[in-house]
């Protein structure tokens, strides 16, 4: 059976908040393929990085509470793993990195001993061998003098220097998942293009699957075979990454797109704001009745604000939560 590797099924994330229970996931749902890369954009806030930290049970919680829904992971279903199996599977067999590297580097272990940790957790291997490997991971992930190196602290390095051991650490015990939560963002330009060709190439050689969750279109036509878009805690367009930027369908999406200096998709295409589409993404503790996004559509009717839209089939695979697929007449020229 060809089952994806990873399948997020209906997933629902809540948070107690000061006015009451809001949900932050909303029946998301999508599956990865084994080798695959898969962008999840949006705008910030849209519930991107509480959806990775469901996969690896890191939502904090109170407040945040897994309300329904399935994750499964090579057949078994994380949501309910016992916390055991998940911190086995975490850094074994998935594996992540965040924006920031200083939140997930600890400040007070030189960067070799952090890198030779996995493996000596998740592989057995002793100090000795596992801290040579982890020398080599870090002349792999080109740190100069790596092997000099291994003895410096986090704050010794730079920012691009910093998320590079955050890929060694991640990539040592081979996993088949990286997820990776905005690995460039706060990354100048060049630095940007030099980690992203580094995520690349350890992926082809390694064959693992890739989660990259970004604000940043540009990266996701460079990086990404398909695409899923969030918008306020929901996927509102699925597709292959030549649909998606040939012929977007959601309006929210094409927002996304116009907001980009550069459709043909540089990595740093996104360098501007995305939030140029007219208003903000609406707070989780808001109740909206219909389309989530009608506030700031320029083709919303009567429809969008009475009833959500489901997520309904366009063409070939590609999906949208828009009523525009069943009303097309509605759709706008001049918007
Ligand atoms: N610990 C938390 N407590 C309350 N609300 C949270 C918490 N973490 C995230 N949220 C809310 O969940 C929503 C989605 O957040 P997030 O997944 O971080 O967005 P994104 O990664 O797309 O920028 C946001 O409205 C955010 O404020
Ligand atoms: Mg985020």
């Not at 490997?133 to 790596?146: F, G, M, S, Y």
């Not at 540009?218 to 930027?245: D, H, K, N, P």
Request: contains cysteine; charged residues 25%; aromatic residues 4%.
């Amino acid at each position: 059976m060809n089952t994806p590797l990873l399948g997020i099924e209906e997933l629902s994330v809540g948070f107690d908040t000061p006015e009451g229970k809001a949900r932050a996931v909303d029946r998301v749902s999508f599956a990865l393929e084994r080798g695959e890369t898969l962008g999840v954009v949006g705008e910030s806030g849209c519930g991107k990085s509480v959806t990775a930290l469901s996969i690896l049970g890191l939502v904090p919680s109170p407040p945040g509470v897994i309300e329904s829904g399935a994750i499964r992971f090579e057949n078994s279903d994380l949501i309910g793993s016992p916390p055991e199996a998940l911190r086995r599977i975490r850094g074994r067999d998935i594996a992540m990195i965040f924006q920031e590297p200083m939140t997930s580097l600890n400040p007070v272990l030189p960067i070799g001993r952090q890198v030779a940790e996995p493996l000596m957790v998740h592989r057995g291997l002793n100090r000795k061998e596992a801290l040579d490997q982890a020398a080599q991971w870090l002349e792999r992930v080109k740190i100069p003098d790596a092997r000099r190196r291994m003895g410096d602290y986090p704050h010794h390095l730079s920012g691009g220097m910093r998320q590079r051991v955050m890929i060694a650490m991640a990539m040592v015990c081979r996993p088949k998942l990286l997820i990776a939560d905005e690995p460039t963002t706060a990354l100048d330009v060049t630095i940007q293009a030099q980690i992203l060709a580094l995520m690349v190439g350890l992926k082809q050689e390694m064959g693992m699957s890739l989660l990259l969750i970004t604000h940043n279109l540009g990266v996701v036509a460079q990086m990404a075979a398909r695409v899923v878009v969030m918008y306020a805690g929901q996927v509102v367009e699925e597709a292959v990454v030549s649909e998606l930027f040939g012929r977007p369908f959601h309006p929210y999406t094409r927002g996304l797109l116009r907001s980009m200096p550069d459709p043909a998709g540089r990595p740093d295409g996104g360098s501007r704001r995305l939030s140029e589409i007219p208003g903000i993404v609406p707070a989780i503790t808001e109740a909206i009745v219909g389309c989530k996004f009608a506030g700031r559509c320029p083709h919303a009717f009567g429809r969008c604000r009475e009833q959500a839209p489901g997520l309904f089939d366009i063409a070939g695979g590609q999906r949208a939560r828009c009523w525009l697929s069943r009303f097309p007449e509605r759709r706008r020229t001049d918007a």
